[in-house]
């Protein structure tokens, strides 16, 4: 077993093993069921994993440094339930706001994380539960169900532009956002070399604790912000509304080959996992598999990733 | 770390030593406090009966606690918590008398779910060790499993315990507390036990305190992790059978919350997150701070939706007060 995991592990074919799957899961799915191949079903399939993409890649960015954050469900459903609460009052700025509240929670868990020095999952499960607290209190513990003319405002989320959904054209634009801070911008270069190595980037004079705030700032906006394409397409906020997206956004990440270990990676290969993860569950819906019990599916996937994927020579302690 | 303090004592400046002292303490000042505090607001909380409704509330997360304390003695995470629960509590519902099937196997069936948390926990334990993935991840993912696997038994209902005995243990008294509560402390000594009074014990504090000189010391690190969360594992499943046998049923909902609640009383406690201090005492003493604060905020009437929010601040104060900042340069 080990040997075999440290065959497949080998750079060359580990670099293209997520591509392979996706297109591998693919085609056993579209043989099984010909409906899914379908340009229609395709655009469905796109457009359900707009969401996962969205937290995904937000996490994205803090994985590539070694950290995690277990806060984005979370922020997600507060998120959700900022919008509803405050479309009625402010129109469209309800969504900016809840971005914004999402940049602060993800500023104040890497305030917490680099300035305590916490442990980042112990300092985001923390924030978690500070922010889902939050989102009971304010929500009064139900979720609240957007009335016609605050839907109006929702067009930008559930509308379609040439037959293709919004909810796809604000994915491929999360995309480019995110693709370029991760591959063309300093911040994107710093991380990467933190998650690589960190005492060696904090030597060369790399600010490292504001890369690290900031990757954490990027996840709990890329939270919020999926927080409100959720809310767009429920026509509703709830402070539960996300709570099981934790586990496929972080299977997204690692399964599309993000090493937890930080320092190799990429928002590409985040996309993979995201479309990975939505054909598996598709494929489990067709055959008839329990929508909870596909959490069984995931854990296993995410355990399996992360063995494949992981830089065992970065520690040798593990914990 | 017994064995090093006598060849340290010397070289290390006193005011430190007084330090460590005052901080092993702090979490029984603040219990302390924080009673005080709460009988002056609402003079019913020193009543009796509040004081069993107090170790009520606190039996579960005890036991769950004191199986998180071993792992996190270590310096590892236990994330399962909820799923193993889940799962045991489900499984308990399905094998003693219930309303949906015809088993009838009372107290084998809290045996047997005994020995799946433990083998759920050796899963764990086997995977963090022999495939060397750090154990949040690990046991990220056996979370969700457990909580999969009593959703694809049930699939969403609820089985209703009607099994006398399972249903005794939070409905009959004994001394006017009920027997949970008495299980419970059973498993406080079993605990204090195998941490102080075993070879497995020690060791697990010398593989938190330093795990690269407890393999140079020839210590069983694989076996020694391996064993604690298979150990774990247990007390999770006897947590599941208390929680089942409070709400007198079993569902896939019955775990939510219980991580959180859990991770927080160890930390609050006084167990370090880095491993090699604290222990299952520690852990006692933060479930009661814990409890009593719920209690309070109860009495109060603040709502319960606040005290998720309450418990996250108290992580973040908790482990940020009891980091040694000097030990660290990378905290990731």
């Known amino acids: ?319 | 770390m017994s064995a090093a303090s006598p060849l340290d004592a010397p070289d290390a400046p006193p005011k430190r030593t007084r330090r460590l002292r005052l901080a092993a303490w702090a979490p029984v000042i603040v219990l302390m406090v924080l009673c005080a505090i709460i009988a002056v607001v609402n003079p019913n909380f020193l009543t009796f009966g509040n004081f069993v409704r107090i170790t009520q509330t606190a039996a579960i997360p005890l036991v769950l606690g004191i199986g998180a304390t071993f792992i996190i003695l270590m310096g590892s995470i236990d994330l399962s918590v909820e799923g193993i629960l889940t799962c045991s509590a489900v499984v308990l519902s399905m094998l003693v008398l219930n309303g949906a099937n015809s088993n009838d196997l009372g107290i084998l069936g809290a045996l047997i779910v005994l020995a799946i948390g433990g083998l759920i926990g050796l899963v764990n334990g086997l995977i963090h060790v022999r495939l060397r993935i750090p154990s949040f991840m690990t046991t990220l993912g056996t979370w969700f499993i457990g909580v999969g696997v009593a959703n694809a038994l049930l699939g969403g209902m609820a089985i209703r315990i009607t099994d006398p005995v399972i249903r005794g243990l939070a409905v009959e008294r004994f001394l006017g507390f009920p027997w949970g509560v008495w299980i419970a402390a059973l498993a406080l000594i079993v605990a204090v036990v195998i941490q102080n009074h075993t070879r497995f014990g020690r060791y697990l504090f010398a593989i938190g305190g330093g795990e690269d000189l407890a393999v140079l010391s020839g210590i069983p690190v694989a076996r020694v992790r391996i064993t604690a969360f298979a150990l774990a594992g247990v007390f999770y499943a006897l947590g599941g059978i208390l929680v089942a046998a409070q709400l007198g049923l079993g569902n896939a909902q019955i775990g939510t919350g219980r991580l959180f609640t859990t991770v927080t009383a160890v930390v609050v406690g006084g167990t370090s997150l880095m491993g090699g201090e604290g222990g299952v005492l520690r852990t006692l003493v933060g479930v009661l701070i814990v409890v009593v604060l719920s209690n309070g905020m109860v009495l109060m009437g603040v709502p319960s939706s606040v005290q998720i929010g309450v418990q996250g601040l108290m992580i973040i104060a908790a482990v940020a007060s009891s980091i040694d900042r000097s030990k660290l340069r990378v905290v990731k």
């Open chain 1, 1 to 319: 077993m080990a040997s075999f995991l440290r065959h497949i592990a080998s750079d060359r074919v580990r670099q293209w093993l997520p591509l392979a799957t996706l297109i591998l899961l693919i085609v056993i799915v579209g043989t099984l069921e010909p409906v899914f191949l379908q340009p229609a079903t395709l655009l469905d399939l796109a457009g359900d994993t707009a969401v996962l993409f969205i937290l995904a890649s937000g996490v994205t960015f803090v994985i590539m440094l070694g950290g995690i954050d277990l806060s984005l469900q979370s922020m997600a459903s507060l998120s959700s339930v900022i919008v509803a609460l405050t479309l009625p009052r402010l129109g469209y700025a309800a969504f900016p706001a809840a971005i914004a509240a999402g940049a602060l929670a993800g500023l104040l868990a890497g305030l917490a994380h680099t300035r305590l020095r916490i442990p980042s999952f112990i300092a985001t499960l923390a924030m978690g539960g500070v922010l889902a607290s939050t989102a009971l209190v304010s929500s009064g513990e139900r979720s609240i169900t957007l009335g016609a003319d605050d839907r109006g405002y929702l067009g930008w989320i559930t509308g379609t532009l040439a037959g293709i959904p919004n909810v796809v054209i604000i994915g491929l634009v999360v995309l480019v956002v995110a693709h370029i801070l991760q591959a063309h911008t300093r911040f994107g270069r710093y991380s990467a070399a933190i998650g690589a190595g960190e005492p060696a980037t904090y030597a060369s004079g790399v600010k490292v604790n504001r890369q690290k705030v900031i990757a954490f700032v990027l996840s709990g906006g890329f939270a919020a912000l999926a927080g409100i394409i959720l809310t767009g397409r429920l026509a509703s906020g709830s402070p539960t509304l996300a709570a099981e997206m934790l586990l496929p956004a972080i299977a997204a990440v690692v399964v599309g080959g993000t090493a937890i270990t930080g320092g190799v990676g990429s928002i590409w290969r985040t996309l993979v996992g995201a479309l990975i993860i939505s054909v598996v569950r598709i494929g489990m819906t067709f055959l008839g598999v329990n929508i909870f019990a596909q959490n069984i599916v995931f854990g296993a996937v995410l355990v399996l990733a992360v063995a494949i994927t992981i830089d065992r020579s970065k520690i040798p302690i593990v914990k």
